[in-house]
């Protein structure tokens, strides 16, 4: 399968704990995206990366947010102190060789958080 | 501020008839609309895209109609068939790649 992949699919924490979701992209994809999707509602815009460059973050992301993608390959995002209403389906997609901000974005099947 | 909507949250049709989807943008500089569909628990789908220049598209069973006169856009699936339920999200692009996703519509083909 060549498609993006993220992992774990399911995450189920307490309040307070810290989580780390990771995103491995289409091979030779520069760009590397993250959305949140809450039920009912469409994806909403975290941040992106150009290859390891952390280029846009939303104000959706708040300081207890962190993303990363050391190697320009996978990236991961981090949600440290969880709260109830961090609580979403975390959303990455991936696009482009040509690193066009036009080229199709291709998304993965998501992580859903649960905050207890 | 700046939204993507669609005009109804759900759509039933009839397994073999066709299904309009519509979507209205506020953002007259999105140079770049998709179409995503979503099935339960699983990520979007790609399924068609439109540049600004052009206003009509078409795939398979798909086409896609841009009106940047009014700002909207829809997504027109000939001869529905029950593997095309789904909730179906219409995204711009505000630029650098960012997407702007509607709500969605959800479609349920009947048999």
């Known amino acids: 399968d060549t498609g993006v992949s993220q992992d774990p699919r399911h995450k189920i924490t307490k309040r307070g704990q810290n989580v780390t979701f990771r995103c491995d992209p289409i091979?030779?994809?520069?760009?590397l995206y993250w959305y949140r999707q809450t039920l009912g509602q469409g994806p909403e815009f975290l941040t992106y990366f150009q290859n390891e460059a952390q280029l846009e973050k939303s104000r959706l992301l708040s300081d207890r947010f962190s993303a990363e993608r050391p190697k320009g390959s996978f990236s991961t995002l981090e949600i440290q102190r969880t709260e109830q209403g961090d609580s979403a389906m975390y959303l990455c997609a991936s696009s482009g060789t040509g690193g066009r901000s036009t080229d199709t974005q291709y998304f993965g099947p998501g992580t859903r958080l649960t905050v207890l | 501020g700046e939204s993507v909507g669609l005009h109804l949250p759900t759509l039933s049709v009839q397994e073999g008839d066709n299904s309009i989807i519509n979507c209205a943008y506020s953002?007259?500089?999105?140079?770049?609309f998709i179409w995503y569909k979503q099935e339960s628990g699983k990520g979007p789908q790609f399924i068609i895209d439109?540049?600004?220049?052009?206003d009509k598209r078409q795939g398979q069973r798909v086409t896609v109609l841009l009106n940047k006169t009014v700002k909207h856009l829809s997504l027109q699936i000939a001869a529905t068939q029950p593997g095309d339920s789904a909730v179906y999200f219409c995204?711009?692009?505000?630029?650098?790649?960012?997407?702007?996703f509607g709500q969605g519509t959800e479609l349920s083909v009947k048999p």
């Open positions: 953002n007259s500089a999105s140079d770049y």
């Open positions: 995204a711009e692009n505000i630029g650098q790649g960012k997407l702007i």
């Open positions: 091979s030779e994809h520069n760009r």
């Open positions: 439109i540049r600004s220049n052009m």
